[in-house]
């Protein structure tokens, strides 16, 4: 059974930095793209940013960039998400997907990992 499962995520004041991890069980992770999704509570869920297959091109929202960096490694099957210069509006909760390549519909999602930026 192919799964994406979230780690890294938590409370992080704001200004802070985390790490999430996106890690692939039952597939091979270099044969999809992975895109980061986000979720606040009452808003629809939005991308973040997305990483093709080979790593090779990498797309940010408008309110992530300079800040957000994506990042694979195959060997280790995960994609990572870092996150520095948190802001309370980052609050969310964090989903990964899976997808023939960045902008394709999405094959399958992970469950999620909760970020809240608060003082």
């Known amino acids: 059974q192919s799964q994406l499962v979230e780690s890294g995520g938590g409370l992080v004041q704001p200004g802070g930095s985390l790490r999430l991890s996106c890690a692939a069980s039952?597939?091979?992770?270099?044969?999809?793209?992975i895109g980061w999704f986000r979720q606040a509570p009452g808003k629809e869920r939005e991308k973040v940013s997305c990483?093709?297959?080979?790593?090779?091109?990498?797309n940010y929202a408008d309110s992530v960039k300079g800040r957000f960096t994506i990042s694979r490694d195959n060997a280790k099957n995960t994609v990572y998400l870092q996150m520095n210069s948190l802001k309370p509006e980052d609050t969310a909760i964090y989903y990964c997907?899976?997808?023939?390549?960045?902008?394709?519909?999405?094959?399958?999602w992970g469950q999620g990992t909760q970020v809240t930026v608060s003082s």
């Open positions: 039952g597939f091979t992770l270099d044969s999809s793209a």
């Open positions: 990483i093709s297959s080979s790593g090779g091109f990498t």
């Open positions: 997907a899976a997808a023939f390549r960045c902008g394709a519909l999405i094959d399958f």
